[in-house]
């Protein structure tokens, strides 16, 4: 069974850094594309950033680049994102997605919350 | 960055109703992918490649477009179809998602 399991999440201030986590299992990790897709309270998805299975190819979107990382450990199973200089605007729900075969987003995570507030 | 933007924002539907929700891109894209979310849960995929149903999805549902405009469209309403529906499509190494549509029973 694949499972997607995000940690990391918490309070932070404005302007602090925090790294969340996605452990994966259930599938070769290494074989699979993967993804940080967010979700601000009561509002819809915003896709946040994506790295191919070797991490040869990495994309952000523009409002978290320069900001954001995205890397991936293959030998643990586990998609990580380093996030720098929050603002108010990154509070949301974090989901980890893999990409399928068929390039959308065959599983996802229960999502992990990240509130930005003094 | 292709914007999708979908229609209607919210809409409910009577039991047996058909139901078509709208998404239109800026710019062509190649295909469109649709994903099911329910309050308190993550997002299912639910139609992808424009027309073709996920795991589990039943065949009431159906998918169909091309170029800027695509829809998902379900042939007779369910109490259990009530959820937000969000389009998705990935190219030039971007990616959006629509603002959703929430799909309420009457």
């Known amino acids: 069974e694949v499972q997607l399991v995000e940690s990391g999440g918490g309070l932070v201030q404005p302007g602090r850094s925090l790294k969340l986590s996605c452990l994966a299992s259930g599938f070769t990790f290494s074989n699979y594309g993967m993804n940080w897709i967010r979700q601000a309270p009561g509002k819809g998805l915003e896709w946040v950033a994506s790295i191919s299975s070797s991490s040869s190819y990495i994309y952000y979107a523009d409002t978290v680049k320069g900001r954001f990382t995205i890397s991936r450990d293959n030998a643990k199973n586990t998609l990580y994102l380093q996030m720098t200089s929050l603002m108010s605007e990154d509070t949301a729900l974090y989901y980890c997605?893999?990409?399928?075969?068929?390039?959308?987003?065959?599983?996802w995570g229960q999502g992990v919350m990240v509130t930005v507030s003094s | 960055e292709i914007v999708l933007t979908q229609s209607p924002t919210t809409m409910a539907a009577s039991p047996g109703e058909k139901v078509t929700i709208t998404c239109r891109a800026r710019s062509s894209v190649s295909y469109m992918h649709w994903y099911q979310q329910k309050p308190g849960a993550s997002p299912k995929p639910w139609i992808y490649d424009t027309s073709k149903l996920a795991s589990g999805v039943p065949n009431r549902f159906s998918g169909s477009g091309s170029g800027t405009s695509y829809s998902l469209t379900i042939s007779s309403m369910e109490t259990e179809d009530t959820a937000t529906y969000y389009c998705?499509?990935?190219?030039?190494?971007?990616?959006?998602f629509g603002s959703g549509t929430k799909l309420e029973i009457k």
């Open positions: 997605a893999r990409r399928g075969l068929r390039s959308y987003f065959d599983y």
């Open positions: 998705q499509q990935w190219s030039s190494n971007s990616l959006t």
